[in-house]
């Protein structure tokens, strides 16, 4: 995963809302377009058979037509012993409720949080949780270079990582309240809290945004910061 590219994040986008207030949109409406014409292909109604998802074989044949209990055509592959499947078999969405995939895919490149999807979808934290790590794989099959991956940052934690303008440690920040026009920061060793703005005007130099957190894998991946030897 290390050499797929690079996330990018905006510090200016709050990961929950503040104050009763309402979250700035921030799909990425191409990696939409994207998802929602392979989603159109992969459930189509088209009764042309595709390959065979098993062997790759396009000695396919139509199973049966989409009826009220399988929505989908069925299709058999006379090479591996007539195995049935439909166009989503043999990918990560299988059994997944289709129906809300429509609505998830406009949060998927969304600077959000699990909780905010939860509760746009109407779902719980298992579902969001486990589509996004079944799209994100899928996405990875769709496009191994990883570019459309790399625009997914729904549930994504980062912090900035930038010279403290006052006791000069270098490093992870922590996000805190905004400031008056700028995202607030705190410096975990002086404890000082300044606006971001303000600190790369003073030490002249952009901060870096870097993942802590990335709930797909369940896992830090960015060391926590470390603190200065006090005198």
């Known amino acids: 995963m290390s050499d797929l590219p690079k996330r990018v994040f905006s510090a200016d986008v709050p990961q929950f809302k ?104 109407g779902v719980d934290y298992t579902a969001v949780e486990n589509w996004t790590k079944k799209f994100r794989t899928w996405l990875l099959q769709l496009d191994p270079s990883g570019k459309w991956e790399a625009r997914v940052r729904l549930g994504i934690k980062v912090r900035p990582h930038i010279q403290c303008p006052y006791c000069g440690l270098e490093g992870e920040k922590h996000f805190s309240a905004f400031l008056v026009g700028q995202r607030a ?5 002086c404890n000082r809290r300044f606006g971001l703005k303000n600190a790369e005007t003073m030490i002249q130099k952009p901060a870096e945004l870097k993942i802590f957190y990335e709930p797909s894998s369940d896992s830090k991946i960015v060391p926590p910061c470390g603190r200065r030897p006090r005198s």
Request: proline share 10%; hydrophobic share 35%.
């Open 18 to 121: 503040q104050n009763g207030g309402v979250l700035p949109d921030t799909e990425d409406t191409e990696l939409t377009a994207f998802l929602d014409d392979a989603l159109q292909e992969i459930y189509s109604k088209s009764e042309v058979p595709p390959p065979c998802p098993f062997c790759k074989s396009t000695n396919t044949g139509l199973a049966s037509r989409p009826h009220a209990r399988l929505p989908l055509p069925s299709f058999l592959c006379r090479t591996c012993r007539l195995r049935q499947f439909n166009r989503v078999t043999g990918t990560p969405l299988m059994r997944l409720r289709a129906a809300k995939l429509p609505a998830f895919i406009h949060l998927l490149s969304q600077q959000m949080s699990y909780a905010e999807a939860m509760r746009r979808l």
């Open 185 to 189: 920061i705190r410096c975990p060793d």
